[in-house]
């Protein structure tokens, strides 16, 4: 896994086709635009870290991980106890890059180019202590192709392909999960 800057995230989604506005000024958020995508989902999330944990593990089935990058969106308004827990999958995988006078936070990407085990595994971890801790970032395919975006109490998922809309929606139903179609 490689820490990205704000630039190199710019420039990997930009390659993809999809626009990336840092943040402008302290307490702004980065955003990603995934909101283009023809095809949408949105499920509320689940209440019991059981069913997060499930929920997590799944969409980073359904979702091609390997090569991957997920952009941290929203990065002020936690406590310190939570920025920590999420900072130690950083240092475990040899960066404790964070925030620095850049709004936002300087290190928003987190690319996922290990062995596609490890990738998978870690982009687990990662989305996991997204929708447990309430913090907002979006993943996205190294295809381009499809994303996912956990926010406060949902996550969206979106693709440019008709069968992964469709095995997207045979997924969350095996959960019990009714997903919200937008288009």
Same mark, same amino acid.
């Given at each position: 896994?490689?820490?990205?800057?704000?630039?190199?995230?710019?420039?990997? +989604?930009?390659?993809?086709?999809?626009? *990336?506005?840092? =943040?402008?000024?302290?307490?702004?958020?980065?955003?990603?635009?995934?909101?283009?995508?023809?095809?949408?989902?949105?499920?509320?999330?689940?209440?019991?870290?059981?069913?997060?944990?499930?929920?997590?593990?799944?969409?980073?089935?359904?979702?091609?991980?390997?090569?991957?990058?997920?952009?941290?969106?929203?990065?002020?308004?936690?406590?310190?106890?939570?920025?920590?827990? *999420?900072?130690?999958?950083?240092?475990?995988?040899?960066?404790?890059?964070?925030?620095?006078?850049?709004?936002?936070?300087?290190?928003?990407?987190?690319? *996922?180019?290990? =062995?596609?085990?490890?990738?998978?595994?870690?982009?687990?971890?990662?989305?996991?202590?997204?929708?447990?801790?309430?913090?907002?970032?979006?993943?996205?395919?190294?295809?381009?192709?499809?994303?996912?975006?956990?926010?406060?109490?949902?996550?969206?998922?979106?693709?440019?392909?008709?069968?992964?809309?469709?095995?997207?929606?045979?997924? +969350?139903?095996?959960?019990?999960?009714? =997903?919200?179609?937008?288009?």
């Amino acid at each position: 896994m490689r820490i990205l800057g704000i630039d190199d995230t710019q420039r990997w +989604l930009g390659d993809r086709g999809i626009a *990336f506005a840092p =943040a402008g000024h302290p307490g702004a958020d980065h955003r990603v635009g995934v909101a283009e995508y023809p095809r949408y989902r949105e499920v509320v999330l689940p209440k019991r870290p059981r069913e997060q944990l499930v929920l997590a593990h799944r969409l980073c089935q359904w979702l091609d991980t390997n090569g991957s990058l997920l952009v941290i969106t929203v990065v002020t308004g936690f406590d310190e106890a939570e920025l920590d827990l *999420f900072l130690e999958l950083r240092r475990y995988y040899g960066s404790e890059e964070w925030a620095s006078e850049t709004p936002g936070g300087a290190t928003p990407g987190q690319l *996922f180019d290990d =062995a596609p085990k490890e990738n998978r595994r870690t982009a687990t971890e990662y989305v996991y202590l997204l929708v447990a801790l309430d913090f907002q970032g979006c993943l996205v395919e190294e295809s381009g192709r499809s994303a996912l975006v956990v926010g406060d109490d949902t996550v969206e998922m979106y693709t440019r392909e008709d069968g992964k809309a469709k095995s997207l929606d045979r997924l +969350l139903g095996d959960l019990g999960l009714v =997903a919200r179609t937008v288009r």
